[in-house]
């Protein structure tokens, strides 16, 4: 979409028509200076001539610079925050999930609110499903400790008895030969 400057303020509606008939503009740019005769002029310098960026009959500069700068200011910042700002912070809304329908402006607070609780949510979820892993890894690990002390005293009862009675038997051994 072609910007055209606007015609509703009767100050400037006549000069802005104008200018609205004169687009498309021509516009040359330069950093330089060059001199022509005896005068230095911000310009290009080409083959053929030079073209300078202040002379009204080789660029439409003069022309652009005034209706943007010093007549239409306040215009075009209306317009780059009602059009461009617009779709740039609908974009990144619609980016984060969220969807402006035009009519009901989205609060950035209230998204913020909302975002933020079902972060919360989810960390909370997250902590939960840890913290009930955790619990079941300390059950599994205290039966296997419990288990294996079964065993342990199993095996300890069965050396105990077993060293009871090569205690017994040793000492009915060593009566024997005594006699």
Same mark, same amino acid.
């Given at each position: 979409e072609i910007y055209t400057f606007p015609t509703d303020d009767e100050t400037v509606a006549e000069v802005n028509k104008d200018m609205n008939e004169m687009m498309p503009f021509a516009v040359v740019g330069s950093r330089e200076d060059v001199k022509v005769g005896e005068t230095t002029v911000r310009g290009r310098e080409y083959p053929w001539g030079v073209v300078?960026?202040?002379?009204?009959?080789?660029?439409?500069?003069?022309?652009?610079?005034?209706m943007l700068i010093r007549t239409n200011m306040e215009d075009l910042r209306e317009v780059t925050h009602r059009k461009h700002y617009e779709l740039y912070r609908r974009g990144k809304l619609k980016q984060m999930g969220i969807t402006d329908d035009g009519a009901h402006p989205v609060s950035l607070q209230e998204t913020y609110e909302q975002k933020r609780a079902e972060?919360?949510? #989810?960390?909370?979820?997250? #902590?939960?499903?840890?913290?009930?892993?955790?619990v079941n890894k300390v059950r599994e690990k205290d039966l296997e400790l419990k288990r294996n002390e079964k065993e342990l005293a199993a095996k300890y009862e069965g050396l105990r008895k077993e060293?009871?009675?090569e205690k017994s038997t040793d000492c009915d051994s060593a009566l024997i030969p005594l006699l």
């Open positions: 300078e960026i202040e002379n009204e009959q080789h660029c439409d500069f003069v022309k652009l610079r005034e972060h919360l949510e #989810e960390l909370q979820r997250i #902590e939960n499903e840890m913290r009930q892993n955790f060293n009871k009675k």
